[in-house]
């Protein structure tokens, strides 16, 4: 939920919408005997967070007006009705961090929405089918204070005990009150869903889609997705048992699209190199290659060694992640083959 400014892939806004779990069946609110409703809190169990994470954003929480369901098909470009009203009790709707730390957030409701909920009929609250039809959930997006801001969008994870929607309320119990709370969760029987709309801007992402030829000057190794670069090497047999004193995988970033880093979308601190034999697992790791200025480079003495000597099959492909295909949005953009430096291995033999 959120909107944020991808230098990449242009501006983004999320929104996301979930109902929740009666916890039962036959589930009863002895609502003749309902004092008052002392609060509403909504618990979100924040996992990450993609840009601007300082930029303050105003959270919306609204009551959708259809209910969800398992059996259709939705869509990151879905849109969800709403009845309008931001449940989210003013001065406590703000999403601001310094530092975004994975857990609990708490946000007061107004106490309305549980006063609806406690005053459903018994018919809905036979089970979680009836219940999620009279109470169709809820829909959660953030939109930043300043529209200059590029902001944030924020992960939520569902199943988590810290995500529930909880009403505490009073009851009267022959001449006293005692205090209640019912908890809401999201189980098997819930359904959620996600809209991540791209609003524009021109971006490399553009680019590399009109221009067909692109990714020769210009290669993308990005996590999110996860992209990743498959290439090949060729001249294996000129290195048969030769002794190998060094080699080294040296590639250099496409200087032109410095413009895609910045501290939120930041270069990787370093990537990894992966084979694929017949020898050898995909996921073969040939290790981390380390960025030198605008260049990284990758030292292979040790495996191509064991090539030259017949220890080690000969890889069919080579391929570049981000370190342990890490899913963040961190990218690196690399030098293509018609660069004006495009990537070489060299390798320096005992033997001509």
């Not at 106490?111 to 809905?124: K, N």
């Not at 993308?220 to 996860?226: E, I, Q």
């Not at 960025?291 to 069919?316: H, N």
Request: with cysteine.
């Amino acid at each position: 939920m959120g909107q944020t400014e991808d230098t990449f892939t242009g501006r983004w806004k999320a929104g996301w919408a979930t109902n929740f779990a009666l916890g039962g069946n036959g589930v009863q609110f002895v609502t003749q005997e309902l004092i008052a409703v002392d609060s509403v809190i909504l618990e979100l169990f924040i996992a990450s967070s993609y840009g601007d994470f300082s930029a303050p954003m105003r959270l919306r929480v609204e009551k959708l007006l259809h209910p969800l369901s398992a059996e259709q098909t939705y869509t990151t470009e879905s849109t969800f009705l709403t009845e309008g009203q931001n449940l989210v009790l003013p001065g406590r709707d703000s999403l601001y961090f310094t530092t975004v730390r994975p857990g609990g957030y708490r946000f007061p409701l107004d106490t309305s929405l549980g006063r609806q909920i406690l005053s459903l009929p018994p018919t809905a609250l036979s089970g979680d089918k009836a219940f999620q039809t009279a109470f169709p959930g809820l829909y959660l997006s953030a939109e930043p204070l300043n529209s200059d801001r590029k902001a944030a969008i924020y992960t939520v994870f569902p199943r988590s005990v810290s995500t529930v929607l909880r009403v505490y309320y009073r009851e009267k119990i022959q001449t006293g009150e005692a205090p209640q709370r019912y908890d809401f969760f999201i189980t098997d029987s819930c359904t959620w869903a996600f809209s991540l709309v791209r609003e524009g801007g021109h971006t490399l992402r553009d680019r590399l889609l009109q221009d067909s030829l692109l990714w020769r000057h210009t290669l993308l190794v990005a996590g999110g997705l996860p992209v990743g670069i498959r290439f090949h090497i060729e001249g294996w047999e000129r290195l048969y048992r030769r002794p190998i004193l060094s080699a080294r995988l040296f590639w250099f970033s496409d200087s032109a699209t410095a413009f895609s880093y910045n501290p939120f979308y930041p270069r990787p601190a370093s990537l990894a190199l992966y084979a694929d034999t017949t020898g050898e697992v995909a996921s073969a790791s040939w290790g981390f290659g380390e960025f030198s200025g605008e260049r990284v480079i990758w030292e292979l003495t040790q495996p191509i060694q064991e090539i030259a000597l017949g220890r080690r099959p000969k890889p069919a492909s080579f391929y570049v992640w981000l370190s342990g295909r890490a899913y963040t949005l961190q990218r690196w953009l690399a030098a293509g083959e018609s660069s004006s430096t495009p990537p070489y291995l060299i390798v320096t033999s005992a033997e001509p």
